[in-house]
């Protein structure tokens, strides 16, 4: 085999063959194949596409680039991913649910990409946490707390980096194929026997129309379930943020809120269903309602609280971080309300604005080599609905200097509107896609 080859047959809108994709995933891995290749193989990948048996061979291909982990369990492993947008911290919420439901939930997470936040870089604003853990390390935190949240070492899925890095240079991200295999390649090393996939649509999500969502729902169903992995995904609405807050430290706040009592939360209600899901489909729970109930008892009851406290001990948090977590978190220098222009109703918010806003001020990534402000970012944002007065905050912008969050004030402004008349707020759970 050669890298000429099969780039050729892709240009001939022919798909390689699985021992040819096996063969170009390990090349990409151990740097056999050049850039240039790497390019030519993801444009002509974009322009023709591989159909669905082509997309599920890619994929296990680039998940068998690298190591793909085992368990020794007395239980269903499972694990959920977000197609990213913004105030999403559904995570630090639903690992610890599902794990005080029986299940141990490795969930290999990344960082900031874009406008949306990296829920690793959530967790580390809780002081003392890392994410970089060994595999062994990973093994005993399962045993001992049921779930952790860490980063993926460089021998999960190398094919996947290799070709990731090209695709942004290259005008190839938004291929339905690459999308796909990159997603699941990651989440499949880690061997769930059950995935759920929340597949986000709005202003604030990547997928901007239902149409492309389900889409993507449906390309990563079918191939995570051919690839043997118990697999469902939920479209969920991201027209505004999820949480209330935007920011790393702001958005540990609105999840500890929950854990600790905070009833009627978006948060809590999308762990809920994806959590529900899961359980059903693990064989855990019969139903995906009664899956439901079971996580919302869990939450509401506090023992995912504890839960969290254990996962946070275990990858160095502080150890009474349930007790006081207020007081262990990062502030902001200034804190700044951002006022109303007029009365009205909210009828739109742009979310991904308001994301690049929180990376503006520090919050995010310009580049790879960023160091992230964990405590700066907006919270109190208001509501798609909401009736508000002149004056009346639609959010607060939590900086580093004045003249960061003047500007954040400014994107604010622009990316809120107010009408006279109100507007329909959309399902926060559109469907769900199953195969």
């Known amino acids: 085999m050669d890298a000429r080859s099969i780039i050729a047959k892709l240009r001939r809108q022919e798909v390689p063959d699985r021992e040819e994709l096996i063969w170009f995933a390990q090349g990409l891995a151990d740097g056999g194949i050049s850039d240039a290749q790497a390019g030519a193989f993801a444009m002509a990948?974009?322009?023709?596409?591989?159909?669905a048996q082509g997309r599920a061979d890619l994929t296990v291909a680039m998940r068998d680039s690298g190591e793909v982990l085992s368990w020794d369990l007395d239980g269903p492993v499972i694990d959920k991913h977000s197609t990213g947008g913004v105030g999403d911290c559904v995570s630090l919420l639903l690992a610890p649910a599902l794990a005080e439901c029986g299940a141990y939930v490795p969930m290999i997470s990344g960082r900031g990409l874009g406008h949306t936040g990296g829920t690793l870089d959530k967790l580390e604003a809780i002081p003392g946490v890392s994410t970089q853990i060994s595999q062994e390390r990973l093994a005993q935190i399962l045993c001992d707390t049921g779930a952790a949240i860490v980063g993926a070492t460089g021998q999960i899925a190398p094919a996947d980096k290799r070709l990731y890095a090209v695709r942004d240079v290259?005008?190839?991200?938004?291929?339905?194929?690459?999308?796909?295999?990159?997603?699941?390649?990651?989440?499949?090393?880690?061997?769930?026997?059950?995935?759920?996939?929340?597949?986000?649509v709005g202003s604030g999500a990547f997928m901007k129309t239902i149409e492309d969502a389900r889409k993507l729902a449906?390309?990563?169903?079918?191939?995570?379930n051919t690839a043997?992995?118990?697999?469902?995904?939920?479209?969920?609405?991201?027209?505004?943020?999820?949480?209330?807050?935007?920011?790393?430290?702001?958005?540990?706040?609105?999840?500890?809120?929950?854990?600790?009592?905070?009833?009627?939360?978006?948060?809590?209600?999308?762990?809920?269903?994806?959590?529900?899901?899961?359980?059903?489909?693990?064989?855990?729970i019969g139903t995906v309602e009664e899956g439901r109930v079971k996580i919302a008892d869990?939450?509401?009851?506090?023992?995912?609280a504890d839960r969290f406290g254990r996962m946070m001990a275990a990858v160095g948090g502080p150890v009474q971080f349930i007790d006081s977590w207020a007081r262990f978190l990062p502030e902001a220098n200034v804190i700044q309300e951002v006022p109303a222009p007029k009365d009205g109703y909210?009828?739109?918010?742009?979310?991904?604005?308001?994301?690049?806003?929180?990376?503006?001020?520090?919050?995010?990534?310009?580049?790879?080599?960023?160091?992230?402000?964990?405590?700066?970012?907006?919270?109190?944002?208001v509501r798609l609905g909401d009736r508000v007065s002149k004056g009346t905050p639609l959010a607060r912008v939590h900086a580093a200097r004045e003249d960061a969050a003047h500007c954040a004030a400014d994107t604010v402004l622009a990316?809120?509107?107010?009408?006279?008349?109100?507007?329909?707020?959309?399902d926060l759970i559109h469907e769900r896609i199953t195969v």
């Not at 449906?218 to 995570?224: I, P, V």
């Not at 043997?228 to 027209?239: L, Y």
């Open 45 to 51: 990948v974009c322009m023709g596409g591989l159909g």
């Open 170 to 200: 290259t005008a190839t991200v938004e291929s339905l194929d690459l999308i796909t295999a990159s997603i699941l390649s990651k989440k499949l090393a880690a061997s769930p026997d059950a995935l759920v996939l929340d597949v986000k």
């Open 218 to 224: 449906a390309a990563l169903t079918e191939t995570a």
């Open 228 to 284: 043997g992995c118990r697999t469902s995904a939920v479209i969920t609405d991201m027209n505004q943020p999820l949480a209330p807050a935007l920011g790393n430290a702001l958005e540990v706040v609105e999840v500890m809120k929950v854990l600790t009592g905070t009833r009627g939360s978006p948060l809590a209600d999308i762990a809920t269903e994806l959590g529900g899901v899961l359980l059903a489909d693990a064989g855990i």
């Open 298 to 304: 869990v939450i509401q009851d506090g023992h995912a």
């Open 346 to 381: 909210i009828t739109a918010i742009d979310g991904e604005a308001l994301g690049l806003a929180v990376v503006a001020l520090g919050g995010g990534r310009q580049v790879e080599s960023d160091v992230i402000d964990p405590a700066v970012g907006l919270s109190d944002i």
């Open 415 to 426: 990316a809120v509107v107010i009408s006279d008349t109100p507007v329909q707020v959309p």
